[in-house]
């Protein structure tokens, strides 16, 4: 194509976008990968200014908009039920903190939600963070932090209004409502009063977009004496810092996705000396809590499932095995309390929780559950002695419920079920959890809901992720019920890269063993065909993220399956993506995905799977790709290089759409009705390929 003429983009209402080829190439290990589409990025990035790039994804959105215009009185009927779901003027239950009692609550017809708190002697409800205020006037608008200081007076909250995911943090004097003139811009953290409430601890995110620092601002003072209380000098790794249970001590931690390392530092004294708990290990990963001059440690040193020990504060690297880690049951965190402990995780890949006892390490307590598959945890439990601990827990089936478990009853106390206010009747459905061989042996966990009056070999909506050791919980959606009651079974594949299984499950899905998650994708939809749930080409899929990776992958290596795609702000140039460590996340990955600029072979492999790399000339699925301009994880010309060469090598007639939100990030629009609506746009999308009535 002649870029003269075309100024990048072929733009016009009868035709798709033609991105313009610039040959461009990379040569490592003496491989040399081309790049047509390189261009794609802005040379001046984060700030996108280009007008070449800025005009084709106008262009490819207004192709977006000219192709879904016949189906927008879909997307409103989609919409419309959607909202008809969602109780609009809601609450959260009361949680007791010192002496105030907290919620936060929606108003009708409001985008976002209020912050709301009561004496518990009594008194007035007080506002005391009004986040439809805040969000007035502006495209985008995300809470980040929100921490009220131990004496009450005051509210640090930090907010991201472009979807960049650099936060400014203020603070509020919450008798008044005025603010502090200290206001510390481009956090990316939580915000920690510690001193008496005269210090805040927070993180910079730097130029890279990576938290390496934990910094103390004094109240009061100009921010250019702010302290840097620890600097971490690993690229790969990131920085954070939360509170213990008990409040006396600021933790620091460090880590990447594999290795971590712990600081404890007196939360009276911020400036006094660091206790580091234990030398950072390759591969070893710990987090810590302290009671009474005792830490407990939950660490993978000893059982990749982890353990729980315990340690003296003043010899904090000697550790005693409390709970032994074991490959029936993932260890996957702890809470403490004064008169007892509470552990989470999952056995056979569904939650356990259970009240523990430090006068008895024999005496275990687990929280008994209804259903055989469920999705619990605790909530917000934030005072140090407590009778009651608030659960949440819901089913594909059942919609989310608050409870509180008296511990000394070992009783549950239902406070909350989620309200449907257009009716929802939970004997019309019915949940399986099925195994899947994969073609290597492994069963491979599935969560299927569908209607009871479903019959025969319908359309199926199956969804996967993945990777870094994140599971998906059979957990309940209302709007998933447009699907399902449009007679789609709804699928959940618990493939390897996620943890739903324990960490061996997350480590057969990374690196090496990449490909293991994308096989188990496959072999689970080809397996819910056998079964009589679906037929080849009768599949919609989701993913994204790593997620949009694993659409990709998909796509390219058995197109034939599915009948509609939709690749959210999908990761699908992961080769360059990896080659390149200035970009934000890069050193961070490196464990996940290997290492191509050192290693030739995580070179190849990348190469052999990396979704944009694999675009070849066949047959494509109808395909619906998102992406945002202010995306920090996964940059805005990943997606856009992914569709330019998909336009160009695809040879069939199927849809194919990106739309690129310009004033978000990686979660897409922020308000509660705006992101729903972007749900609905997918569906019609779907149904339309399907050809499912609406």
Do not use: C
Request: glycine share 8%.
């Amino acid at each position: 194509m002649d870029d003269a003429n075309t100024s990048g983009t072929l733009a016009a209402s009868s035709a798709a976008p033609v991105a313009a080829k610039r040959p461009s190439s990379v040569t490592h290990h003496g491989i040399t990968v081309a790049d047509d589409y390189a261009w794609l990025r802005d040379p001046g990035y984060p700030e996108v200014t280009d007008p070449q790039v800025l005009a084709h994804l106008a262009a490819e959105n207004a192709w977006f908009e000219a192709k879904m215009q016949p189906h927008r009185p879909a997307v409103d009927t989609l919409f419309a039920e959607m909202r008809a779901r969602i109780k609009e003027a809601d609450k959260s239950v009361p949680q007791k903190d010192g002496d105030w009692l907290y919620w936060i609550e929606y108003e009708e017809a409001a985008e976002y939600k209020k912050w709301w708190r009561k004496p518990v002697a009594g008194g007035d409800d007080e506002l005391i963070l009004d986040e439809v205020a805040l969000a007035d006037g502006k495209d985008y608008f995300r809470l980040g932090a929100i921490s009220v200081s131990h004496d009450g007076t005051m509210l640090a909250y930090s907010v991201d209004d472009d979807g960049s995911e650099r936060f400014d943090a203020r603070i509020k004097v919450l008798a008044t409502g005025e603010h502090l003139p200290d206001t510390i811009e481009g956090t990316l953290s939580a915000l920690i009063w510690v001193a008496g409430d005269t210090g805040l601890v927070y993180s910079l995110a730097n130029e890279q977009w990576r938290t390496d620092n934990a910094r103390l601002h004094w109240l009061g003072r100009p921010l250019a004496e702010d302290v840097e209380l620890y600097h971490e000098d690993d690229e790969g790794f990131r920085v954070s810092a939360g509170l213990s249970a008990n409040e006396k001590w600021l933790i620091i931690g460090t880590g990447d996705h594999e290795t971590s390392e712990v600081r404890l530092v007196p939360a009276a004294d911020p400036l006094a000396t660091p206790v580091l708990v234990r030398a950072r290990q390759p591969g070893v990963e710990y987090d810590v809590d302290e009671r009474d001059g005792v830490l407990f440690i939950h660490a993978n040193d000893t059982h990749e499932n982890f353990r729980l020990a315990t340690a003296p504060l003043d010899r904090p690297g000697d550790w005693t095995t409390l709970i032994e880690g074991t490959d029936q049951f993932y260890l996957t965190g702890f809470d403490l309390f004064r008169d007892f402990y509470v552990t989470e995780g999952r056995l056979g890949g569904l939650d356990r929780l259970e009240v523990r006892y430090y006068d008895d390490p024999a005496r275990v307590e687990p929280v008994a559950f209804p259903e055989d598959t469920y999705s619990a945890g605790f909530g917000s439990n934030p005072e140090w002695a407590m009778d009651a601990l608030r659960v949440s827990y819901e089913s594909m089936v059942s919609p989310a419920s608050t409870f509180d478990y008296h511990v000394a009853e070992r009783r549950l106390e239902l406070l909350k079920v989620q309200e449907i206010p257009s009716g929802y009747d939970r004997d019309l459905y019915a949940t399986e959890r099925l195994e899947i061989t994969a073609r290597d042996g492994t069963a491979i966990p599935v969560s299927v809901v569908y209607r009871r009056d479903r019959q025969g070999a319908g359309p199926l909506h199956l969804y996967g992720y993945g990777a870094y050791g994140i599971a998906i919980d059979p957990g309940f959606s209302t709007t998933r019920l447009s699907l399902v009651d449009r007679g789609f079974a709804y699928a959940i594949a618990h493939i390897r890269g996620g943890d739903d299984l324990g960490r061996a499950w997350y480590k057969a899905g990374k690196l090496k063993q990449r490909t293991n998650t994308f096989n188990d994708f496959v072999d689970v939809a080809k397996a819910l065909i056998e079964r009589g749930f679906t037929q080849a080409g009768r599949i919609s899929i989701s993913g994204g993220s790593a997620g949009g990776e694993l659409m990709g992958a998909v796509i390219n290596s058995d197109p034939e399956l599915w009948g509609a795609v939709v690749a959210h702000v999908p990761f699908v140039d992961v080769l360059a993506t990896m080659l390149d460590p200035d970009l934000p996340l890069t050193p961070g990955e490196w464990p996940e995905w290997g290492n191509p600029i050192e290693d030739r072979q995580a070179f190849e492999l990348i190469r052999s799977y990396s979704p944009y790399d694999q675009v070849r000339a066949q047959d494509y699925p109808p395909l619906l790709v998102t992406a945002g301009l202010n995306d920090p994880r996964v940059t805005y010309w990943e997606p856009a290089k992914w569709v330019a060469r998909l336009r160009e090598l695809k040879t069939d007639n199927n849809e194919l759409l990106l739309k690129t939100n310009m004033g978000a990030g990686h979660g897409g629009k922020s308000g509660r009705f705006q992101s729903l609506e972007e749900t609905a746009e997918e569906f019609a999308f779907i149904l339309w390929q399907l050809d499912v009535p609406v």
